[in-house]
């Protein structure tokens, strides 16, 4: 009798029934839309769900929510929205919907965020709670070694990720827009959901990401991102809101990812097929030998509409007197072409949809072509043809 006692009393004491007026929050991947869903589900003392659960809907465009007289078992929650949201990487509503969770502890707290780094830590934190961590060391711990997958060590120590908010200024809430940004790239919404998940179960059980393939991924689009246009959409979406923000100096962590990681450059988020509706395809990286007078594609596949491509063709030399290449304009899809200069002999060709192609043609001789991806000064990429 007396060990019966002894044991409930032991697994009460990390337990504290919580009653609450109101909790509030927001929900911020960039912020969710208004109507957008979020369910805090009561958990035990053995942080299980019980089935009681408070639902709400988001009240603005803000992502603000609001959770009326709650009353929870003990303190600890599970937290979860489901919606629509602001993509601060392309600057616009998000196609589909995703979803966020977290696990929290409400005990000291009335104002509880949803975000991108609850959403990671979740799976971290039940198996470390599972194998007898304390709730606050395993946040603390997941959080930490979260950073680490970006190469993000805090010059400070940061609040709990339920505390961090995209629309203030905080290291912490630095850190939270770089790790948003970088997890986004460009991606679809079903690639990005695809991603989380991924990265949450290989986190899961020793706190690393050990598959290569995802890092490569994460490196290939951090190395496109553009930081001055994510700052100036978030402060542009928080305005039309008629929320002032000071979007905090982000760009260093996704600087720092790019220079320290040592995951393999060996992925392209823009993709150059070998063949293309025309035939063979001049972008194609792993052909450089074509034949003069012959109709080839000018193809590449772009996940996103807002990432753009600008290619340039130059000509070299030939051995004939002139040389040339000419396209098809009734052919032209996604791309927006330049004036030929005929001065250098040179013409620039950009993307302005998801599948770019053309109808093109090419005189003998050698001509450089530079691919500048998301019209980065610098091309990404470059090579020689020579058509015979």
């Known amino acids: 009798m007396i060990l019966v006692l002894f044991t409930a009393c032991s697994k009460d004491q990390h337990t504290t029934p919580v009653v609450k007026s109101r909790i509030t929050g927001f929900a911020q991947k960039g912020p969710f839309l208004n109507g957008s869903s979020v369910t805090l589900?009561?958990?035990?003392?053995?942080?299980?769900?019980?089935g009681k659960s408070y639902s709400t809907q988001i009240l603005d465009n803000s992502g603000a929510f609001e959770l009326k007289d709650v009353t929870l078992a003990s303190q600890y929650a599970g937290i979860r929205t489901d919606g629509f949201y602001f993509n601060e990487v392309c600057g616009g509503i998000s196609k589909s919907q995703i979803?966020?969770?977290?696990?929290?502890?409400?005990?000291?707290?009335?104002?509880?965020n949803i975000n991108i780094l609850t959403h990671l830590e979740k799976p971290r934190v039940e198996y470390l709670v599972s194998h007898g961590t304390a709730f606050a060391d395993a946040k603390e711990q997941a959080q930490g070694e979260i950073l680490r997958v970006f190469g993000i060590t805090p010059a400070q120590e940061i609040k709990n990720s339920e505390l961090l908010d995209i629309s203030k200024n905080s290291e912490g809430d630095a850190i939270l827009i770089a790790v948003s940004s970088l997890l986004q790239g460009?991606?679809?919404?079903?690639?990005?959901s695809e991603l989380l998940a991924n990265i949450a179960t290989d986190l899961r059980e020793d706190g690393k990401l050990d598959s290569k393939n995802t890092g490569a991924n994460l490196l290939a689009h951090a190395k496109l991102l553009d930081t001055l246009q994510i700052k100036n959409n978030l402060a542009e979406r928080y305005n039309d809101l008629g929320i002032a923000v000071n979007v905090p100096f982000f760009g260093k962590y996704i600087s720092g990812f790019i220079s320290e990681s040592d995951f393999p450059d060996n992925y392209r988020v823009i993709e150059y097929p070998s063949s293309g509706a025309h035939g063979k395809n001049i972008l194609d990286l792993n052909t450089a030998g074509y034949a003069h007078h012959t109709d080839y594609s000018f193809a590449a596949r772009?996940?996103?509409?807002?990432?753009?491509?600008k290619i340039r063709i130059s000509f070299i030399s030939s051995p004939d007197t002139t040389?040339?290449?000419?396209?098809?304009?009734?052919?032209?899809?996604?791309?927006?072409?330049?004036?030929?200069?005929?001065?250098?002999?040179?013409?620039?060709?950009?993307?302005?949809?998801?599948?770019?192609?053309?109808?093109?043609?090419?005189?003998?001789?050698?001509?450089?072509?530079e691919y500048f991806e998301n019209n980065l000064s610098r091309p990404a990429l470059k090579k020689t043809i020579s058509i015979q």
Not at 186 to 192: L, N, W
């Open 99 to 112: 979803t966020l969770n977290g696990l929290v502890d409400v005990a000291g707290e009335t104002a509880i």
């Open 302 to 309: 772009l996940p996103v509409s807002c990432l753009r491509l």
């Open 323 to 369: 040389a040339y290449w000419h396209y098809q304009v009734g052919s032209v899809k996604d791309w927006n072409v330049s004036e030929f200069n005929s001065e250098i002999i040179s013409q620039e060709f950009t993307s302005s949809g998801k599948e770019p192609d053309l109808d093109i043609v090419f005189d003998r001789g050698t001509y450089l072509i």
């Open 41 to 50: 589900s009561e958990l035990d003392g053995d942080y299980s769900q019980t």
């Open 186 to 192: 460009y991606r679809s919404e079903g690639d990005f």
